[in-house]
């Protein structure tokens, strides 16, 4: 290969890693967005149009569109109860792929709430991210999450990591 | 330096982030294939002979060899008893060290398990990994498990964080 | 852009992208260190004279200052109940943002404790870490940790996630 073409060659995976590294940062930057009841920034991790589908504490689930139903809902009442007890909605790594400009992640999440003097686990499940690249970075298309209950849902959810 | 000096040293550097990026894709695939009882993908994880060496739940420990014997526990009744239930095996992001064709890494892992409306830990582990190149991208040679339960065992295999 | 001019701006992305992962693996080494008592180590992944403030089991909060203080505390024969009884202190993985040779990372950390069979959270807390590089590699210059406890502290370090 010439100079040219290693260079060029070199500039595709170094994006590609600064991608996987900025979609890490992104998807990390939601929860204490959300836990300190920041709402706003925290619809605009979401490129406009885009959605958050998420099973309800009582069952059934609920698809919100970004970035103001998502925003809206950090300042519901259930919500500002979990940020004045103390809670972490915490991303685990998940396996993130990114191809050009488009990318998907599958991966676990936690919310954390305090109880008296100990921290327990108030909700776990296990998310479907797909992102793109804006003018402004990387941005959540659709975050479909999914309650760890066992349904088929859930692990269809889970299998989506082997054709990432 | 001149320029072929620069580019292969840059060349090298980039490979090894890119390796460190891959391995933490790799390791974060386990859990959501184990979870949803995708066996014999979560063996594969696995270089042909590589071993998961954990502590059993009733104390002591079991070696099972890849990708057969690996695969075969996640057809286990009781593990098919966690994914009805609704589990995520978390792996926590480790320190990796990536040396050439070979890697290690040392962290935590847990299992989540739902009971009723909430989730708590039924296990939680320390993990010295061992991985290897291999034509079809990065596997685990050995994954060595110890449960947290102040066992000289588990204490060592948190100490080796700082020689990887 | 000529040869020169396209070297230079990728070793200036690489390196900062091997930052990134660098201080990943850092925050990484913490636990596995403090989990087996491994004081002295521990305490030497800040420069000297940075600090550790966290909140107090009982309230309130203390500063530390790095490396003698905090080995120090590794030793308190609270911290080695801790590790007799079996614990993970886990960082996870923050959002990290590298400018040159300084860098800051926002994220949640808690403690993993075990109770007769099973694993609870001890504590759980937000994490403000201002990080340096030194001729050694990376190190925390401050860490600073508060409880997940509703406090106005709490949530002020949460926020620090949107500006670094």
Redesign the interface.
């Known amino acids: 290969m010439d ?1 040219e073409a ?2 060029a060659a ?2 595709a ?2 994006r ?3 991608d ?2 900025e979609i ?2 992104l998807l ?2 939601n ?3 959300v ?4 709402a706003q ?1 925290a619809g605009e991790l979401w490129v406009e149009g885009g959605g958050y589908s998420f099973t309800l504490p009582e069952g059934g689930d609920k698809r919100l569109v970004a970035p103001d139903e998502i925003a809206g809902m950090y300042g519901w009442p259930g919500h500002l109860d979990l ?6 909605h ?8 990114v191809k050009g400009d488009e990318a998907e992640a ?3 999440s ?1 919310v ?1 709430l ?1 109880e008296e003097e ?7 499940a ?1 998310n479907h991210w797909t992102l793109r690249r804006t003018d402004a970075g990387w941005r959540i298309v659709e975050r479909f999450n999914r ?5 088929e849902e ?3 959810t ?5 054709t990432i």
């Open positions: 100079i290693r260079l070199m500039e995976r170094l590609k890693a600064e996987q590294l890490l940062n990390n930057t929860g204490p967005l836990d300190s009841a920041t920034p940020v004045k007890t103390g809670c972490a915490l991303t685990a790594t998940p396996k993130i792929s599958v991966g676990y936690v954390i305090r100990r921290w327990f686990l108030w909700r776990a296990v309650a760890l209950n066992g349904s859930s692990l269809a889970m299998r989506k990591v082997q």
